[in-house]
């Protein structure tokens, strides 16, 4: 969004020679001048951190008080599996939303919705603010996909779909929701993206309690490898108090 810098953060020696022949600075900067004149955003700039990837990426994004930290996915091999891990370490410990962009991923003319999940989690809802900011962004609406286990969630889930419903219809944003029974939650909201031919799905990514951790990390993990669409993953506690999508 206009206004809003952008940094490309490299981890590594800044002559490092990339397989094209170039060094590694040549190519951010490169990367740089290309996009600069078709922004609409603030600055667009690099960096080159040192040491560890994870503990490099989340120091910058914690010293440069990012909005958003923005990282491709990979899928298969046993390069690609290094960088998974350290993808979702990255995931994990980001202070800020980290959106994983999948390499297939191209910009739109147009749009899908945004797929939200809710569960019967007290905090469950507290992902719907991100979800309007991308929907806000991308002119799109925002689908709110309510998961249960069994009937008897139903009625409370019904409740939370008409909160928010309320909630979007205040934010000025278009709102669509269905109840899908559940074993598996990746499974589930991967069939409902295809199905409403979403562009974007919100997932948490919970780094407290050990339990909801390792069922998070496993559909999350899925997601990363296995999604078509970008995926923002945001922690429970993080709050939208300096987000500027």
Same mark, same amino acid.
């Not at 998974?84 to 739109?108: G, N």
């Given at each position: 969004?206009?206004g ?33 004149p ?72 147009k ?31 925002v689908?709110?996909?309510?998961l ?44 409902? %993206?295809?199905? #409403?031919?979403?562009?974007? +799905? &919100?997932?948490?990514?919970? /780094? $407290? @309690?050990? %339990?909801?951790? #390792?069922?998070?990390?496993? +559909? &999350?993990?899925?997601?990363? /490898? $296995? @999604? ?18």
């Amino acid at each position: 969004k206009e206004g809003v810098d952008v940094r490309v953060f490299w981890v590594g020696d800044a002559d490092a020679v990339l397989p094209d022949g170039r060094k590694a600075s040549d190519a951010l900067q490169a990367i740089c001048d290309r996009y600069t004149p078709k922004a609409t955003v603030g600055k667009i700039g690099y960096d080159i951190g040192e040491g560890d990837v994870v503990d490099s990426v989340c120091t910058y994004v914690r010293e440069q008080d990012a909005t958003m930290l923005v990282i491709g996915s990979t899928t298969a091999g046993k390069r690609e599996a290094t960088k998974d891990s350290k993808h979702i370490q990255i995931l994990y410990r980001s202070d800020v939303p980290v959106l994983l962009l999948p390499f297939s991923f191209k910009p739109q003319e147009k749009y899908g919705p945004v797929v939200v999940s809710v569960t019967s989690d007290p905090t469950t809802r507290a992902k719907l603010p991100y979800a309007v900011h991308l929907a806000k962004l991308f002119d799109t609406s925002v689908h709110v996909l309510s998961l249960i286990e069994n009937n008897s969630e139903r009625p409370t889930m019904r409740a939370y779909l008409s909160q928010c419903e309320q909630y979007l219809e205040a934010q000025g944003v278009a709102f669509a929701g269905a109840i899908r029974d559940y074993t598996d939650f990746f499974t589930a909201m991967a069939d409902y %993206i295809e199905s #409403v031919g979403a562009s974007f +799905a &919100v997932y948490y990514t919970e /780094r $407290e @309690s050990l %339990i909801k951790r #390792v069922t998070h990390t496993t +559909a &999350v993990k899925r997601a990363k /490898r $296995e @999604s078509n669409v970008p995926i923002l993953g945001v922690h429970p506690d993080n709050t939208l108090v300096n987000i500027r999508l």
